[in-house]
């Protein structure tokens, strides 16, 4: 009885598994068909009709914007409940030690690309209050016993805070992911130092040389051109500045690999069906995931646009790549 | 006992494996370029492939979900299609032998605000069964356009069945003289699950008095309860019925047409006060 119960699992199981391989092998056994007919296109077709990935689907460049734009306005309303759901509550470390690594002084100012609910600007503000709060206490401490002529500097000096206000920018192609942001921001009371601008990553709508920070924190795995992100990046980029990329990217364990993929095409279109009744946008989702590059070709990628000293760290067993590069 | 279950894993594995091939040769077929909603990967339109694991997991997730928020009505409708795969087979082989079932599976008519002729219903004697259904609707503010889609049945033809149970549902409330309170909603359930055996309409029917006062609860289990089970079981089984084509026809003509009793109790639609 238990030998066929455990022979039952274990059917069910390659089921599941061949199931994703099929599909997975289906996917790429479409998108092979389609782009070699694509490909026959660029030649003919003058106006360069070119095809891209949109999750296992092959669609044309021009509409992967758009439905990728279908796609958060649908998630928009249940967005962090289901990061919550789907990552069980992981992203939050996954955020806390990006903005570890990125360290921000208080007075920088930070460009969050598709900042959307704006998970990493909150962060950002927190830290740096956090930091000038902690300054402030190092030179209450060091000054115990001020003189007279240390008290009148000290009144004479007190609106210094003025230049040291560090600014966030949350830039989203996306109204309604924008549109949740703000009301979070609303309901935490956080208003100082924040603004919310609609604009794409491939084209910002911002000068050159404008901030210290760029980060694009699982983002850039849904802009159709990369290429053209990271060099907009570099662009706004002042000299010195970082850009920080939170992805997710390839798992090198084998059995965490397998683990994850099960996970992913498992669990987590259900999840999206039951939670935010949107099984085909979390589809996307684990899809858009595999098809993104791993990490060293990411890196790459963005030694190309021109960055400097670029390095990753794989959080999770590489489920989240945190990639880093300097303009110089 | 183990033997038949294995043996029909094997079968839905083949099944699956040949949903599949099927699913990718409809996607080559329509891999052009503006590819559009008219356009579906899958059996049907809305059709979503899941494997035996995602359809437990709905299972248990959407009934969690549908009891927690008994609003959610698209939880219900997948609770039901994710476990209601034996008794669709079962309406489906009752239709078949039934000939104006039959007539149904091959013509597959919808239920829909679009398909539906209003000014002429409006127009029928006061009685008849096209007349009573749009009372039906005014009187409890519903359209037959909010029923959803069929996503994760794994069979064109048990999807419509799926499908036209929910668009008969309205019709149901007018062949019982049931409102859409909680009460008649709950009387409608133990007849469905009496008469389809969905888990789904079980669940319902079990669950569904746990939200009643002490009233209609009473109500319920000496008059309602019992007529509602009674005619489930011998009415003539109410989703093989054309009833498109018998809008002229009289309510209690039909109703004797299908073995069911009138309502022991009336119940008015202005009954809506919370339970």
């Known amino acids: 009885m238990a030998a066929s119960m455990r022979l039952l699992v274990r059917r069910v199981l390659r089921l599941s598994h061949r199931n994703i391989n099929v599909a997975a092998a289906g996917g790429s056994g479409r998108s092979g068909c389609c782009s070699g007919s694509s490909s026959c296109r660029c030649f003919s077709d003058a106006t360069g009709d070119r095809s891209t990935h949109f999750g296992f689907e092959t669609v044309p460049e021009t509409e992967k914007a758009k439905r990728v734009y279908k796609v958060f306005e649908n998630v928009a309303q249940k967005y ?23 360290h921000p002084q208080p007075g920088v100012r930070l460009l969050d690309v598709a900042g959307g609910t704006g998970d990493i600007a909150f962060r950002f503000l927190e830290y740096v209050q956090s930091q000038q709060e902690r300054q402030k206490r190092r030179a209450a401490r060091s000054t115990q016993t001020p003189s007279w002529q240390d008290i009148s500097t000290n009144y004479s000096t007190e609106d210094k805070d003025g230049p040291q206000e560090s600014k966030a920018v949350v830039c989203d192609i996306n109204k309604e992911m924008l549109k949740v942001g703000k009301q979070k921001a609303d309901s935490m009371g956080v208003s100082a130092g924040l603004s919310w601008v609609v604009g794409d990553a491939e084209e910002l709508p911002f000068d050159d040389d404008q901030f210290d920070i760029y980060t694009i924190a699982f983002g850039i795995r849904n802009v159709t051109h990369i290429d053209q992100a990271l060099q907009e990046a570099l ?32 669990m987590i279109p259900v999840l999206g069906e039951v939670i935010a009744g949107d099984w085909k946008s979390y589809q996307y989702l684990v899809e858009s995931i595999r098809k993104f590059p791993d990490q060293e070709e990411f890196k790459g990628m963005i030694e190309d646009a021109g960055f400097y000293c670029v390095h990753y760290h794989n959080l999770t067993g590489g489920v989240v790549a945190l990639h880093s590069g300097f303009k110089l | ?39 579906y990967d899958g059996l049907y339109p809305g059709h979503i492939q899941t494997t035996p694991i995602q359809k437990a997991l709905l299972a248990v997730g959407s009934g969690v979900a549908a009891l927690q928020n008994p609003y959610r009505h698209d939880m219900v409708a997948v609770l039901g299609e994710t476990t ?27 239920i829909r605000l679009s398909t539906l002729d209003l000014s002429r219903m409006a127009s029928l004697p006061d009685g008849s069964f096209g007349r009573e259904y749009l009372r039906f609707l005014e009187d409890n503010h519903v359209t037959p356009d909010s029923r959803a889609d069929v996503k994760f049945v794994d069979n064109e033809e048990l999807a419509y069945v799926m499908q036209r ?13 049931m409102p859409t309170n909680m009460l008649g909603e709950v009387a409608v359930k133990w007849f469905e699950a009496a008469q389809t055996g969905l888990p789904m309409c079980a669940l319902g029917a079990v669950l569904g008095p746990l939200r009643l006062n002490s009233s209609r609860l009473q109500s319920l289990f000496t008059s309602l309860g019992p007529w509602a089970l009674q005619n489930g079981r011998r009415s003539r089984c109410i989703l093989s019925i054309f009833y498109e084509r018998r809008w002229e026809q009289n309510l209690e003509d039909l109703r004797q047409e299908l073995n069911i009793e009138p309502p022991p109790v009336i119940l008015s639609a202005a009954n809506k006060r919370s339970t």
């Open chain 1, 80 to 102: 962090d409940v289901m990061n919550d759901a789907m990552s069980l509550g992981i992203h939050r470390v996954w955020k806390d030690m990006l903005l570890h690594a990125m």
């Open chain 1, 235 to 266: 662009r706004v980029l002042k000299p010195g500045g970082r850009f920080m990329c939170l992805e997710f990217s390839k798992v090198t364990n084998p059995v965490l690999a397998r683990l994850y993929d099960t996970y992913s095409f498992q």
């Open chain 2, 1 to 39: 006992m183990s033997l038949c279950a294995v043996k029909g894993f094997q079968r839905l594995r083949q099944r699956q494996c040949v949903l599949i091939s099927k699913a990718v040769c409809v996607h080559q077929l329509h891999s052009s370029p503006g590819f559009t909603d008219s356009c």
């Open chain 2, 84 to 110: 209601g795969h034996l008794a669709l087979i079962n309406l489906r082989d009752r239709m078949k032998n039934d000939p104006e079932g039959y007539t149904i599976l091959t013509e597959r008519p919808r």
């Open chain 2, 165 to 177: 149970y929910r668009e008969v549902h309205d019709l149901l409330h007018t062949l019982l003289g």
